[in-house]
């Protein structure tokens, strides 16, 4: 329930804008003293301070103790998740990236793991995983969604995959239900597994299906599986400085998956040894960066990379030597891979309804 402020303050509340605020809104003292003005009182504020605690429940998390300000406004973000989950197909948030606004956040975390790789973030930004060597870890932030406290973080726990020829380059997840995991490795290689827990990569099993991507691609760094399951992204930091797409044709598998025909981005132009590729959700911006700087494409036709065209605005990371990174409701998760081992996280994004 809340309360109607007109019903309950009768006479120390505005009434004179019923489209902007049916229930009426505050006003001041006509006169010092003369009890015109609405009453700072216990029921009002307790009703702000109920919805705000309502829309943590709905999260299913506890407030962090912290203020809010921008960049890590912790309600504002229950409210994004709340919204997510119980619109879900009937109309969603989509979160864009915005380089022109983009600002660091100045915080970064040690995973106290050497030349990680392949960063992503649970949507509810609840959890992280990073590669290093054959071995998938995950984390969960320390400070709230998203936010990373400066802090020597430990693992949740972690899985060796033994599929993996050497070095497992990044890891994918299937963002609606965490059940199903890809990894991607040093020979080109796209593993599938489900989890029967899940976001626990500990509950791991193999599906026995793996996807070559070496014919087009030399040294894949991160795949990124979208379109409700049907396509697979994947970024080349070889000799091509490629993204190419794959089509599965039964969602969230691999079997029967293959190269989608002329569906190859170029970006030698801009982008050299790209490391990771993100698209949005509409399919009409995609994502992708080298070193540090985070670049973008809009696509004319949705998940169509033959009508891609590079945007003059860029953003620098800083502080990392070699990033590889993630993107999620606005938020950037970049890993420095030249051996530091640190995890920092930069505002890229911004978020509307359609």
């Known amino acids: 329930m809340a309360i109607i402020p007109s019903s309950k303050y009768p006479g120390q509340i505005d009434t004179s804008d019923p489209n902007g605020y049916p229930n009426g809104k505050a006003q001041n003292v006509t006169t010092a003293g003369d009890g015109s003005g609405t009453p ?21 998390l506890t407030a962090s103790g912290n203020p809010e300000a921008v960049g890590i406004a912790e309600n504002l973000s229950q409210i994004v998740e709340a919204l997510d989950v119980r619109l879900g197909s009937a109309g969603r948030l989509r979160h864009f990236p915005d380089l022109g606004n983009a600002f660091d956040l100045d915080v970064q975390s040690d995973v106290g793991q050497d030349n990680i790789r392949g960063p992503y973030v649970e949507p509810r930004g609840r959890y992280f995983w990073v590669c290093n060597g054959a071995v998938v870890y995950r984390y969960s932030f320390p400070d709230g969604r998203f936010r990373l406290d400066g802090s020597t973080l430990t693992p949740d726990h972690s899985e060796t995959i033994s599929e993996v020829n050497v070095t497992a380059e990044s890891v994918w997840f299937r963002p609606d239900t965490g059940t199903k995991m890809w990894v991607s490795d040093d020979q080109d290689n796209v593993f599938q597994y489900t989890l029967s827990t899940p976001w626990d990569v500990t509950t791991a099993t193999y599906d026995s299906l793996s996807l070559g991507l070496g014919t087009e691609n030399d040294s894949v760094r991160g795949i990124f599986i979208a379109d409700g399951g049907t396509k697979l992204y994947a970024a080349s930091d070889g000799v091509g400085n490629e993204i190419n797409r794959y089509d599965l044709p039964t969602p969230w598998t691999l079997s029967g998956a293959g190269f989608a025909t002329g569906q190859v981005l170029d970006t030698t132009a801009n982008v050299l040894s790209p490391q990771y590729v993100h698209l949005t959700d509409d399919g009409k911006i995609l994502l992708t960066g080298n070193g540090t700087t985070v670049n973008t494409y809009d696509l004319s036709t949705a998940w169509d990379l033959t009508t891609a065209t590079h945007n003059a605005t860029t953003y620098t990371i800083t502080g990392s030597s070699h990033a590889c990174a993630t993107f999620g409701l606005g938020y950037l998760l970049s890993t420095n891979t ?10 890229i994004g911004r978020t509307v309804m359609g």
Do not use: H, R, T
């Not at 009703?47 to 429940?57: H, I, N, R, W």
């Not at 030249?338 to 505002?347: E, F, I, L, N």
């Open 338 to 347: 030249g051996g530091s081992g640190q995890v920092k996280m930069d505002v």
């Open 40 to 60: 700072l009182e216990k029921d009002w504020l307790n009703d702000f301070y109920g919805f705000v605690q309502a829309m943590l429940g709905i999260a299913d």
